[in-house]
């Protein structure tokens, strides 16, 4: 009988770090379908993976990308920067931004120590919010 108990508990250990060691990034405060005003709080989250700063080669770390309104990412190239992809190169995990009343879809990619996403990569599900 005991043993059948060990089993158990070791198998619900094992399964535990299993979950545990996922690599996920997603958005802690906001979610698909949310309406929001501007200036918009957003804080990042991060699962399987610790942050650090663009530049900085520690192994099972990362930066955080957020996508505003973009459809396509070629994953093995850097992450551009522009008004629709930002860069939190200094270990951000929050930030406030501004955008226009009407609908906006945001994706959040964690990129490596020189900007290009992980492989296999770690992004978000796209949500879509509206801005009133």
């Given at each position: 009988?005991?043993?059948?108990?060990?089993?158990?508990?070791?198998?619900?250990?094992?399964?535990?770090?299993?979950i545990?060691?996922?690599?996920s990034?997603?958005?802690?405060?906001?979610?698909?379908?949310d309406?929001?005003?501007?200036?918009?709080?957003?804080?990042?989250?991060?699962?399987g993976?610790?942050?650090?700063?663009?530049?900085?080669?520690?192994?099972?770390?990362?930066?955080?990308?957020l996508?505003?309104?973009?459809?396509?990412?070629?994953?093995?190239?850097?992450?551009?920067?522009?008004?629709?992809?930002?860069?939190?190169?200094?270990?951000q995990t929050?930030?406030?931004?501004?955008?226009?009343?009407?609908?906006?879809?945001?994706?959040?990619?964690?990129?490596?120590?020189?900007?290009?996403?992980?492989?296999?990569?770690?992004?978000?599900?796209?949500?879509?919010?509206?801005v009133?």
């Amino acid at each position: 009988m005991s043993k059948k108990y060990i089993y158990i508990l070791l198998t619900l250990i094992a399964f535990t770090q299993f979950i545990a060691s996922e690599e996920s990034v997603y958005f802690i405060n906001i979610k698909d379908g949310d309406i929001v005003e501007s200036p918009i709080f957003i804080q990042f989250g991060l699962s399987g993976k610790g942050v650090a700063p663009a530049g900085i080669a520690k192994e099972n770390t990362g930066h955080h990308h957020l996508l505003i309104n973009v459809d396509d990412l070629d994953l093995s190239k850097p992450i551009p920067s522009s008004k629709n992809h930002l860069h939190f190169g200094g270990g951000q995990t929050e930030t406030s931004i501004e955008l226009t009343s009407g609908e906006h879809k945001l994706q959040l990619v964690l990129g490596d120590l020189y900007h290009v996403p992980h492989s296999p990569p770690i992004i978000s599900k796209r949500i879509k919010i509206t801005v009133k």
